[in-house]
Structures are given as structure tokens and as C-alpha cells.
């Protein structure tokens, strides 16, 4: 029985960690993340987390956020694990709403992302909803069209449509002699198989490409034979991979076993990332894969910079964390937030209605567009994986 | 007619890593009498700890990086022993089961930890050579996975059956309480069957992860999925029953993606595991 | 306050889970096939609310006797397979139930949108609670109803002759046999009650999460059914409910602050629980 009263107490203890912050002298505003930061994809959150306090440093450097009132207060960050787990998510998102973050950035998994949403009010001053009514403004979770679910939604990621539209496009032009592709897609991974059916396999098409059909592994899968051979025998000329870095490396390993090479290898936007580099960087070469983040220009260099200065890696997933920052100090100033705990729901409310009035963002690359229901239209380049490295392959700015 | 041929026999030969993992996994139960659950990730941690040897030299050939495997897999195994089985009393079969799933979140963990959860490429023997024949072609690393299973199959069989220490073991898997009043020390018979299951393990990681040429905290689950069902379809303890019930599981798997997609192949394997389980409970070489 | 609500629905809803597993041990068969009566729940829970317009409570009552009916059937087969192999083969039962969702679409038009779940993208919107009005507290209280009438049935039999009767064929089969105890009749009703549990568990976890899919019913799920009476001893009912609040109040949502190292105690502090307690939080029953 002691052991239970202490467990329960320790319990609720520590969960009543609310994030308060110490220093109660300065005016701060709270923006809380959260992401995987434990698991196979916690390099996404320890990135997301880098990039949102180098973000915060630079503007607290600049002075900080002006509040309604006209005095300043400095930007405060904090980074929830939510473990890709849609419970967790849950949990954290309610956690958040009891502290005292005005907005929240994240999740990094489209598999926390839609029940996330989902518990949201879905309409705004909808009395009858009883659905949380706290901003999300999601920096990685991709999988297509889910902002919709909620108008408190709103995400910085990239239309992978549109991007794998301009791909083919820009590939039929490029090598007019390539007039096949094959597929090769995680049938068990949302995103991955969103990929394939609804975007590279629609926009090929769209394209003039003639598409051979598609093999199907699932995402621990480790054993490609079957699959490749179907490849082979369909000799497509270019062969289009909707799949993570694990099996995209399984799969191109078999494929060097079976003397299996296409004339051209396309891959999936988060597959643009370290870890195949690590896993198979000889393997991998040649890829092309578009993306809305390269060290291009000075901004973009200068946020990798800083995101590196906190361990973390900058990608298009982080690099979109880096932005989210800017843009919510942007809206935070143009709503004019009060910056008052006592003020607290109707700070949150001014964020959101900045949120949905925007029509253009500024980002790394350029001017992001913002769609009628609240997702991105980011700018993006192609990248080849040469030599161990993503190098950018032709950018359409 | 040739495809599907093929197609079989690269399940075959893929099936051979499922045997070798499933040698270890049919030895503990069957001499321990317990399930460990932590057996797959033990093993892959013990591949894991062979690239240790990567990192002190660059450029280590292929079978030094197995070895360091092999015997980390041996230095987990006992480690395994201790925190799941040396203390947990007997009477509580439950406790040990939970504990070895601890085992298994905690493994994971740290590998997920100590690489940051990327893939880490692995390196591999003969992965270039496919023997062909006509049509057909063999790789030549799986070959290597199988042989290695079959000599570590005679290399047991050689231990229980030929040494004392052998004679311990089946001794105290089939009546304990009488090896001890024999004089048998228990616990340290339990912890060398331990190590030498770890060790197996750890050359079944190291072997694994060169076949796939990727080592990825991802393999663990399922290949614990296909060891337990390998164990069952080869019958508890019965070693080459492990390895033909690991060669059958892959190529009934790679038939059945053939036949019904990737999508509802594990959904048949299951039902495979359920026919044995209703018609012959004993594994394949049951008398039954 | 809503962050604990949450957290109440939460361990409610495990509770359950962990409760459906509770009176399948007893009985002394470990049965890793509870995720997928929890699944068989919540799909149909779903499929009533989402697709048929049911209101919440018949749509429960629904997936508790679809639970039970499933779980039933599987424990036939259940008696001819003992120990080790019980548990892989409702390990293998409970991947195929899963793989059998991940395969399964359903969807009908719903204006101009098309709902139902759509095998690997999984149900989303089920959104019964928020679309009726039910703040977090009402549907926290509307779970723990569930919570405590399963757990109010289970300490019931635990003070009847059913109870005794169960945890008779659980410590020795041959013995319970001896006296006259009917196993079959015992250990198929035990996975029933299980079952029936499990699907009210999972028809709830549902409609919380508003969106399930065939991962979330994975061979983990099915490891905390069990790991929840096991870690909290089978001597009562209070034992499971312990052991969620210790591992989703402390565990999961204590340490969280601990960042990292979360998951890395998570694992060790399961382990250490086992070989300092190895018959639960709350001990064995004696006799």
C-alpha cells in the first residue's frame, strides 16, 4: 500500500510540472514544441528543438517580441516528447494548454498529427464543439492534406504535390529519352504510401510519363528479392522510391546484388536527410529527391549555423521549426498580443486568427505561400545524393 | 513457372537468418523452459557491439566486425541472464517474462541512444557473389548464414551430446531438482547456457545485418515475431527443427507476398503458425 | 486541469486493458491476444458512431459483446495449447487481427467526404465526444464508469465462487480437475469476460484518440495488457490499476522532464520491478 500512495504521489507530482518559469522579472512569452524525441525518429525532434531555441536566441538577441502595450518580452521555449505516439501526443497537447504557451510547434510524426488534430475544436466559435482550442502550428508531420481536420491547425510543410509535380516535369524536359517509371513504396507507413499513390504516381502520370506499376515491402521489412526482380522485369527507366532511409537502403543493397540499375533514382522528401548517408551512402548515389531546405543563400546558412550551435542538424523538417519561430513573432506583434497570463485563451485565440489571415510567408528559400486551408506552398530545389552528400542538383528560383 | 521457383528459393535462402535466429530462441526455451523475449534484441545489440571494432579500425575486414559480434552478443547474453533470470525465483514465470520484455525496451533503448536511431551501414562477407544457374540466381552471403547454421548446429549437438557440460544442461532442463542433488550448480549451468545462446546470438545478428546491410533498431520486433513462431513450427528445443522451420517460414513468407501482396503475407504466416499449432503442437519431428 | 482529465482518461482506458488481461491470468493463461479484442472494440465503436449515427453507449455495448464473441472463439482453440505456446499463438492471433485491419476498408459517403477506416491510413475523425459537446471531464467521468464497473464485476467474482473457482484452475489444473471444476467451462468464460472488457476498453479508446489505425494495436499494446497485472500482482484488481498509474502517471508522464532517459528507465525500471517484487506491486493472494 505505501508503495502505491508514494507511486501515485510521485505521479502526480511530477506531472505537475506545468513548465512555470523561474525568472518572473522579465515579460516572457512561452512557445512550446514538442516532437519524437525518443525512438528510431528522435533525431527529427533533437532538430526541431535546436532549431526552435536558435530561433528564440536570435529574436530575444533582436529584443524580443513587442507586445500589445509596447514593452518587449523575450521568447521562451520548451520541447515536449511526445514518442510518435498518438496517446502521448494527446497528452502533451493537453499539457500544453494547461501551461501558459500561447501556440504550439510540432508534432514530427503525420501519425500523432491527425488524431492530434482531431481532438481540436474543429470550427472556430463552434459552441457546440467541445474540441481543445489551442494553436498548432506543425513544423514536420507531412502526410498530405490534414490541416483541414481542425481551424486551429495550421503547418509550414511542404506540398509534396507540388513539388514532385515540378520534378517530373522538370525531369521530362531534362531527359526527353526517360518516358517509364516504377514504384517502390512502404505500404505500412502513411505518408510514404500517400506518397506514391496520390502524389509521384499521379504527377508522373500528369507528366506524360507512362507508370509500370509500383513493388510494395512494409517499413521493417529486410528482404527486397522478390521485389527487385519485379523491377527488373518491368525496366522502367527511372525508378521512384516511396520509402524510409531503413528499407530504401535494403532495397538499393539487393538491387546492387541483382546487377539491377534504373537510369534514374527519385526519392521520397524525408529520405533527403543524414541518415541514408549513414546507412548506404555508396548505394544511394544519384538520387534525386526534391526538398524545401538547402544551405543556398545566406539566411539558410545562417539558420544552420545557429541550429547547429544547439546540437542540431538543419533539414527541411528543423528548417521549418527555425521558421515557425519567426513567423509566430511576426503574427504575435501584427495581432498584438497582450503577453498576460491573465490574458492567456484570448492570446492564443489572436495567434490563430493570425495564423489563418496570412497569405505569404517569409522562409529559407523564399516566399512561402499559404493555402485556403492552412497548409504551405514552399519553394523547394532538387537535390542529388553525390559522394556522400546532398548536393543541390538544379533549383527553380 | 521459373519465377515462382525462384521466388522460392530466394525465401529459402533468406529463411536461413530466421533459422539461425531461431536456433537460439528454441534452445532457451527448451532447456530453460522460459521465454526470453529479449533473445532478438540481444542479438542485434551483440551486432551492434561488433561495429565497436569499426570504430578503433577503420578499415576492419568484415569477419573481425562478425567476432566482436559473436562475443558481445555472449557478454549481453549473460547480462540477460542476471537481470532476468538469476534472481527471479523459479515459481515465478510470469515475472521472468515481464522482465526479459523489460529487457527488450531497455536494449532497444540504448541502441537507439548510442547511434541517435539512424541506420548504421554493416559489413558484410560475399554480398557481391550471386551463384547463378541459367535463370536462376543464389546469393551467396545467405548461403554463408546458412552453412554458418549448420555448423552451429553440430557445434551444439557436439556440446549437449559429447561434453560434461552438455550433460549438465539436459540434466538440469529435465529435472532440476535431481541435478542438484547430483551436484549440479544450477545457476551456473543456467548463466553458460545463457552465454553460449548469447553468443549464438550475437553471430546471428552480426550475420543478419549483413544480409540486410543495414542495422536498424527496426529488426528487433520482428524478428522476435519470427523467431517465437520458428521455435513453434520447429518444436521447443529441437535445434534442427529450428533451422528447417526457419528455412519453411521464409519461403512460405516470400509464396505468400507473391500470391497475396505484402499487405496480407504476415496475416497467412500467422495462419501457417496456427495450422502446426492445431495439427501438430510438437513442432515438425513430433511424434504425434 | 483538462492535462489531468486527460491523463484520468488514460489510465481509465488502460485500465481497462489491463483488467480484460487481469481475469485471463488469473485462470493461468497468458494471453497476449487482448490488443486485439481492444481492437475489435474500437473499430466497431467507430464503425457505429462514425458510419451507422449510433450515440456512444449502445455503440459500446455493441463492441463489448463483439469482444466477447470473438474472444470466446479464440478460447477453444485456447484450452488445447498450453504455457509458451498459448503465447505465441495469441501473439500470432493478435498480428492477425491487426494485419486483418490494416487490410480492411469500409468507407461510405458522408456529404461530400468519404469516413470509415481505410485499412493502412486507419479511421479518422471519430469525433463523437467534441461533435456532442462532452468536455474533457465529462468524457473523463464517462470512461472511469466503465473503469470502475469492470473493476466493481472483477472484485464481485473475486469474493464469489466463480473467483476462487478461477484462481482454483490457476494455481493447479489437475487439482481444480480432481474436484469437479469443469476447464473448459472456467477458462473460456474467464477470456470472455476478458474479451468483453477489452472491447468496451478499446470502443473508448477510440472515440478519444479520434483516429485509430492498425499500428495502434501493435504487439506492444498486447505486452501492457499483460504487463499490467503481472507488474501489479494478481491478488486483486487494485494490483492492475497500480501498475497503469505507476507506468502511464510516473513512467510515461513523471518523468517526461527527464527528457531522454525516459525511455532508458522505462525498460530498467520494469526489469528492477520485476526482481524486487516478482509477484507484483501488490503481492500474491495468500491463501
Given at each position: 500500500?505505501?508503495?502505491?500512495?508514494?507511486?501515485?504521489?510521485?505521479?502526480?507530482?511530477?506531472?505537475?510540472?506545468?513548465?512555470?518559469?523561474?525568472?518572473?522579472?522579465?515579460?516572457?512569452?512561452?512557445?512550446?514544441?514538442?516532437?519524437?524525441?525518443?525512438?528510431?525518429?528522435?533525431?527529427?525532434?533533437?532538430?526541431?528543438?535546436?532549431?526552435?531555441?536558435?530561433?528564440?536566441?536570435?529574436?530575444?538577441?533582436?529584443?524580443?517580441?513587442?507586445?500589445?502595450?509596447?514593452?518587449?518580452?523575450?521568447?521562451?521555449?520548451?520541447?515536449?516528447?511526445?514518442?510518435?505516439?498518438?496517446?502521448?501526443?494527446?497528452?502533451?497537447?493537453?499539457?500544453?494548454?494547461?501551461?501558459?504557451?500561447?501556440?504550439?510547434?510540432?508534432?514530427?510524426?503525420?501519425?500523432?498529427?491527425?488524431?492530434?488534430?482531431?481532438?481540436?475544436?474543429?470550427?472556430?466559435?463552434?459552441?457546440?464543439?467541445?474540441?481543445?482550442?489551442?494553436?498548432?502550428?506543425?513544423?514536420?508531420?507531412?502526410?498530405?492534406?490534414?490541416?483541414?481536420?481542425?481551424?486551429?491547425?495550421?503547418?509550414?510543410?511542404?506540398?509534396?504535390?507540388?513539388?514532385?509535380?515540378?520534378?517530373?516535369?522538370?525531369?521530362?524536359?531534362?531527359?526527353?529519352n526517360?518516358?517509364?517509371?516504377?514504384?517502390?513504396?512502404?505500404?505500412?507507413?502513411?505518408?510514404?504510401?500517400?506518397?506514391?499513390?496520390?502524389?509521384?504516381?499521379?504527377?508522373?502520370?500528369?507528366?506524360?510519363?507512362?507508370?509500370?506499376?509500383?513493388?510494395k515491402?512494409?517499413?521493417?521489412?529486410?528482404?527486397?528479392s522478390t521485389?527487385?526482380?519485379?523491377?527488373?522485369?518491368?525496366?522502367?527507366?527511372?525508378?521512384?522510391?516511396?520509402?524510409?532511409?531503413?528499407?530504401?537502403?535494403?532495397?538499393?543493397?539487393?538491387?546492387?546484388?541483382?546487377?539491377?540499375?534504373?537510369?534514374?533514382?527519385?526519392?521520397?522528401?524525408?529520405?533527403?536527410?543524414?541518415?541514408?548517408?549513414?546507412?548506404?551512402?555508396?548505394?544511394?548515389?544519384?538520387?534525386?529527391?526534391?526538398?524545401?531546405?538547402?544551405?543556398?543563400?545566406?539566411?539558410?546558412?545562417?539558420?544552420?549555423?545557429?541550429t547547429?550551435?544547439?546540437?542540431?542538424?538543419?533539414?527541411?523538417?528543423?528548417?521549418?521549426?527555425?521558421?515557425?519561430m519567426?513567423?509566430?513573432?511576426?503574427?504575435?506583434?501584427?495581432?498584438?498580443?497582450?503577453?498576460?497570463?491573465?490574458?492567456?485563451?484570448?492570446?492564443?485565440?489572436?495567434?490563430?486568427?493570425?495564423?489563418?489571415?496570412?497569405?505569404?510567408?517569409?522562409?529559407?528559400?523564399?516566399v512561402?505561400?499559404?493555402?485556403e486551408?492552412?497548409?504551405?506552398?514552399?519553394?523547394?530545389?532538387?537535390?542529388?545524393?553525390?559522394?556522400?552528400?546532398?548536393?543541390?542538383?538544379?533549383?527553380?528560383? | 513457372?521459373?519465377?515462382?521457383?525462384?521466388?522460392?528459393?530466394?525465401?529459402?535462402?533468406?529463411?536461413?537468418?530466421?533459422?539461425?535466429?531461431?536456433?537460439?530462441?528454441?534452445?532457451v526455451?527448451?532447456?530453460?523452459?522460459?521465454?526470453?523475449?529479449?533473445?532478438?534484441?540481444?542479438?542485434?545489440?551483440?551486432?551492434?557491439?561488433?561495429?565497436?571494432?569499426?570504430?578503433?579500425?577503420?578499415?576492419?575486414?568484415?569477419?573481425?566486425?562478425?567476432?566482436?559480434?559473436?562475443?558481445?552478443?555472449?557478454?549481453?547474453?549473460?547480462?540477460?541472464?542476471?537481470?532476468?533470470?538469476?534472481?527471479?525465483?523459479?515459481?515465478?514465470?510470469?515475472?521472468?517474462?515481464?522482465?526479459?520484455?523489460?529487457?527488450?525496451?531497455?536494449?532497444d533503448?540504448?541502441?537507439?541512444?548510442?547511434?541517435?536511431?539512424?541506420?548504421?551501414?554493416?559489413?558484410?562477407?560475399?554480398?557481391?557473389v550471386?551463384?547463378?544457374?541459367?535463370?536462376?540466381?543464389?546469393?551467396?552471403?545467405?548461403?554463408?548464414?546458412?552453412?554458418?547454421?549448420?555448423?552451429?548446429?553440430?557445434?551444439?549437438?557436439?556440446?549437449?551430446?559429447?561434453?560434461?557440460?552438455?550433460?549438465?544442461?539436459r540434466?538440469v532442463?529435465?529435472?532440476?531438482?535431481?541435478?542438484?542433488?547430483?551436484?549440479?550448480?544450477?545457476?551456473?549451468?543456467?548463466?553458460?547456457?545463457?552465454?553460449?545462446?548469447?553468443?549464438?546470438?550475437?553471430?546471428?545478428?552480426?550475420?543478419?545485418?549483413?544480409?540486410?546491410?543495414?542495422?536498424?533498431?527496426?529488426?528487433?520486433?520482428?524478428?522476435?515475431?519470427?523467431?517465437?513462431?520458428?521455435?513453434?513450427i520447429?518444436?521447443?528445443?529441437?535445434?534442427?527443427?529450428?533451422?528447417?522451420?526457419?528455412?519453411?517460414?521464409?519461403?512460405?513468407?516470400?509464396?505468400?507476398?507473391l500470391?497475396?501482396?505484402?499487405?496480407?503475407?504476415?496475416?497467412?504466416?500467422?495462419?501457417?503458425?496456427?495450422?502446426?499449432?492445431?495439427?501438430?503442437?510438437?513442432?515438425?519431428?513430433?511424434?504425434? | 486541469?483538462?492535462?489531468?482529465?486527460?491523463?484520468?482518461?488514460?489510465?481509465?482506458?488502460?485500465?481497462l486493458?489491463?483488467?480484460?488481461?487481469?481475469?485471463?491470468?488469473?485462470?493461468?493463461?497468458?494471453?497476449?491476444?487482448?490488443?486485439?479484442?481492444?481492437?475489435?472494440?474500437?473499430?466497431?465503436?467507430?464503425?457505429?458512431?462514425?458510419?451507422?449515427?449510433?450515440?456512444?453507449?449502445?455503440?459500446?455495448?455493441?463492441?463489448?459483446?463483439?469482444?466477447?464473441?470473438?474472444?470466446?472463439?479464440?478460447?477453444?482453440?485456447?484450452?488445447?495449447?498450453?504455457?509458451?505456446?498459448?503465447?505465441?499463438?495469441?501473439?500470432?492471433?493478435?498480428?492477425?487481427?491487426?494485419?486483418?485491419?490494416?487490410?480492411?476498408d469500409?468507407?461510405?459517403?458522408k456529404?461530400?467526404i468519404?469516413?470509415?477506416?481505410?485499412?493502412?491510413?486507419?479511421?479518422?475523425?471519430?469525433?463523437?465526444?467534441?461533435?456532442?459537446?462532452?468536455?474533457?471531464?465529462?468524457?473523463?467521468?464517462?470512461?472511469?464508469?466503465?473503469?470502475?464497473?469492470?473493476?466493481?464485476?472483477?472484485?464481485?467474482?473475486?469474493?464469489?465462487?466463480?473467483?476462487?473457482?478461477?484462481?482454483a484452475?490457476?494455481e493447479?489444473?489437475?487439482?481444480?480437475?480432481?474436484?469437479?471444476?469443469?476447464?473448459?467451462?472456467?477458462?473460456?468464460?474467464?477470456?470472455?469476460?476478458?474479451?468483453?472488457?477489452?472491447?468496451?476498453?478499446?470502443?473508448?479508446?477510440?472515440?478519444?484518440?479520434?483516429?485509430?489505425?492498425?499500428?495502434?494495436?501493435?504487439?506492444?499494446?498486447?505486452?501492457?495488457?499483460?504487463?499490467?497485472?503481472?507488474?501489479?500482482?494478481?491478488?486483486?484488481?487494485?494490483?492492475?490499476?497500480?501498475?497503469?498509474?505507476?507506468?502511464?502517471?510516473?513512467?510515461?508522464?513523471?518523468?517526461?522532464?527527464?527528457?531522454?532517459?525516459?525511455?532508458?528507465?522505462f525498460?530498467?525500471?520494469?526489469?528492477?520491478?520485476?526482481?524486487?517484487?516478482?509477484?507484483?506491486?501488490?503481492?500474491?493472494?495468500?491463501?
Open positions: 500500500m505505501k508503495t502505491i500512495a508514494l507511486a501515485v504521489a510521485a505521479a502526480f507530482a511530477a506531472a505537475a510540472y506545468t513548465g512555470s518559469d523561474a525568472l518572473a522579472q522579465e515579460k516572457t512569452v512561452r512557445i512550446s514544441g514538442f516532437g519524437a524525441k525518443t525512438g528510431v525518429i528522435r533525431l527529427f525532434g533533437i532538430n526541431s528543438e535546436a532549431a526552435m531555441l536558435a530561433a528564440a536566441e536570435v529574436i530575444n538577441k533582436q529584443g524580443g517580441v513587442t507586445l500589445a502595450d509596447g514593452s518587449k518580452a523575450k521568447i521562451v521555449v520548451d520541447f515536449l516528447d511526445d514518442r510518435c505516439n498518438a496517446e502521448e501526443g494527446i497528452s502533451v497537447i493537453r499539457r500544453i494548454y494547461g501551461s501558459d504557451a500561447v501556440v504550439a510547434v510540432g508534432p514530427t510524426c503525420s501519425n500523432v498529427a491527425e488524431p492530434l488534430y482531431g481532438i481540436l475544436q474543429k470550427r472556430v466559435d463552434d459552441k457546440g464543439d467541445s474540441g481543445l482550442q489551442m494553436p498548432v502550428f506543425t513544423d514536420v508531420a507531412i502526410k498530405g492534406g490534414l490541416a483541414k481536420i481542425s481551424e486551429w491547425s495550421f503547418r509550414n510543410v511542404p506540398s509534396e504535390w507540388t513539388m514532385y509535380s515540378s520534378l517530373y516535369y522538370w525531369l521530362k524536359a531534362k531527359h526527353p526517360l518516358k517509364t517509371v516504377y514504384g517502390g513504396v512502404e505500404e505500412d507507413f502513411a505518408h510514404s504510401r500517400a506518397s506514391w499513390y496520390a502524389v509521384m504516381k499521379d504527377r508522373a502520370l500528369a507528366n506524360g510519363y507512362e507508370v509500370m506499376g509500383e513493388s515491402w512494409l517499413l521493417n521489412d529486410s528482404n527486397f521485389q527487385v526482380r519485379e523491377m527488373k522485369k518491368a525496366n522502367a527507366d527511372i525508378l521512384s522510391v516511396a520509402a524510409h532511409p531503413f528499407t530504401t537502403c535494403g532495397l538499393l543493397k539487393e538491387m546492387k546484388r541483382q546487377g539491377y540499375k534504373p537510369k534514374l533514382l527519385v526519392g521520397l522528401t524525408s529520405t533527403s536527410s543524414m541518415e541514408v548517408m549513414q546507412g548506404c551512402p555508396k548505394d544511394v548515389e544519384g538520387m534525386i529527391i526534391p526538398t524545401s531546405y538547402a544551405p543556398v543563400n545566406k539566411e539558410a546558412k545562417f539558420a544552420a549555423d545557429q547547429a550551435k544547439y546540437k542540431g542538424s538543419a533539414d527541411l523538417h528543423s528548417m521549418a521549426a527555425w521558421e515557425n519567426f513567423i509566430l513573432k511576426q503574427v504575435m506583434e501584427s495581432e498584438r498580443i497582450s503577453g498576460d497570463k491573465s490574458q492567456l485563451q484570448a492570446d492564443r485565440r489572436k495567434i490563430r486568427d493570425g495564423l489563418a489571415k496570412l497569405k505569404e510567408t517569409k522562409g529559407l528559400l523564399g512561402t505561400k499559404r493555402t486551408d492552412r497548409e504551405a506552398d514552399k519553394p523547394y530545389l532538387f537535390v542529388q545524393a553525390q559522394k556522400g552528400e546532398w548536393k543541390v542538383l538544379h533549383n527553380p528560383l | 513457372m521459373l519465377d515462382f521457383l525462384q521466388v522460392v528459393v530466394d525465401g529459402l535462402l533468406f529463411g536461413a537468418t530466421y533459422a539461425l535466429i531461431g536456433i537460439g530462441f528454441t534452445l526455451f527448451g532447456v530453460m523452459h522460459k521465454i526470453n523475449m529479449s533473445y532478438a534484441a540481444a542479438s542485434i545489440g551483440g551486432a551492434y557491439l561488433g561495429l565497436l571494432v569499426l570504430k578503433v579500425m577503420a578499415g576492419a575486414p568484415a569477419w573481425l566486425v562478425f567476432l566482436c559480434g559473436f562475443l558481445g552478443g555472449g557478454a549481453l547474453g549473460y547480462v540477460v541472464y542476471l537481470a532476468c533470470f538469476h534472481f527471479i525465483p523459479y515459481s515465478s514465470p510470469l515475472a521472468t517474462l515481464m522482465s526479459t520484455v523489460g529487457m527488450l525496451l531497455l536494449i533503448e540504448i541502441i537507439v541512444h548510442a547511434t541517435e536511431g539512424r541506420p548504421l551501414n554493416y559489413p558484410a562477407m560475399f554480398d557481391d550471386m551463384l547463378r544457374a541459367g535463370e536462376f540466381s543464389l546469393r551467396g552471403d545467405l548461403l554463408l548464414v546458412f552453412g554458418v547454421s549448420v555448423a552451429c548446429m553440430a557445434g551444439l549437438l557436439i556440446l549437449l551430446y559429447r561434453t560434461k557440460l552438455g550433460l549438465a544442461t540434466a532442463s529435465q529435472q532440476p531438482t535431481a541435478a542438484q542433488l547430483c551436484g549440479i550448480r544450477i545457476a551456473r549451468v543456467n548463466a553458460v547456457t545463457f552465454v553460449i545462446t548469447g553468443l549464438l546470438g550475437g553471430i546471428a545478428g552480426a550475420l543478419i545485418g549483413a544480409s540486410v546491410g543495414t542495422l536498424s533498431p527496426l529488426l528487433t520486433l520482428p524478428l522476435t515475431v519470427k523467431g517465437l513462431i520458428v521455435t513453434v520447429g518444436g521447443l528445443g529441437n535445434v534442427p527443427g529450428a533451422i528447417i522451420a526457419g528455412l519453411l517460414v521464409g519461403a512460405f513468407e516470400n509464396v505468400f507476398q500470391w497475396r501482396g505484402v499487405t496480407e503475407r504476415d496475416l497467412y504466416v500467422m495462419l501457417l503458425l496456427f495450422v502446426f499449432l492445431v495439427f501438430r503442437p510438437g513442432g515438425l519431428f513430433s511424434k504425434s | 486541469m483538462d492535462f489531468y482529465y486527460g491523463m484520468a482518461q488514460l489510465i481509465g482506458v488502460h485500465t486493458l489491463g483488467l480484460s488481461a487481469y481475469i485471463v491470468l488469473l485462470t493461468g493463461q497468458v494471453s497476449m491476444a487482448q490488443a486485439a479484442f481492444f481492437a475489435i472494440g474500437a473499430y466497431t465503436a467507430g464503425m457505429l458512431t462514425v458510419l451507422a449515427g449510433w450515440h456512444i453507449v449502445p455503440a459500446l455495448g455493441a463492441s463489448s459483446i463483439l469482444g466477447a464473441a470473438s474472444a470466446c472463439a479464440v478460447g477453444f482453440p485456447a484450452l488445447r495449447v498450453k504455457g509458451l505456446m498459448l503465447v505465441i499463438a495469441t501473439l500470432a492471433f493478435g498480428e492477425g487481427v491487426r494485419l486483418f485491419f490494416f487490410n480492411f469500409y468507407q461510405i459517403a456529404g461530400n468519404k469516413v470509415g477506416p481505410l485499412g493502412g491510413e486507419g479511421f479518422r475523425q471519430i469525433r463523437f465526444f467534441p461533435e456532442n459537446g462532452w468536455t474533457t471531464f465529462d468524457v473523463m467521468l464517462f470512461i472511469w464508469v466503465f473503469a470502475l464497473l469492470a473493476m466493481a464485476v472483477l472484485w464481485w467474482f473475486d469474493r464469489s465462487r466463480y473467483g476462487a473457482v478461477l484462481r484452475v490457476g493447479d489444473e489437475l487439482a481444480a480437475q480432481s474436484v469437479g471444476v469443469n476447464l473448459t467451462a472456467v477458462k473460456v468464460s474467464a477470456m470472455t469476460v476478458g474479451g468483453a472488457i477489452a472491447g468496451v476498453g478499446g470502443g473508448l479508446y477510440a472515440h478519444y484518440t479520434t483516429h485509430i489505425e492498425h499500428s495502434s494495436f501493435n504487439v506492444l499494446v498486447a505486452t501492457f495488457a499483460i504487463a499490467y497485472p503481472i507488474v501489479g500482482g494478481l491478488s486483486n484488481v487494485f494490483g492492475t490499476l497500480a501498475a497503469v498509474i505507476f507506468v502511464q502517471a510516473f513512467l510515461v508522464e513523471g518523468l517526461r522532464d527527464l527528457g531522454d532517459w525516459r525511455n532508458l528507465l525498460g530498467a525500471l520494469i526489469v528492477l520491478a520485476m526482481n524486487l517484487r516478482p509477484h507484483g506491486l501488490f503481492g500474491r493472494r495468500h491463501a
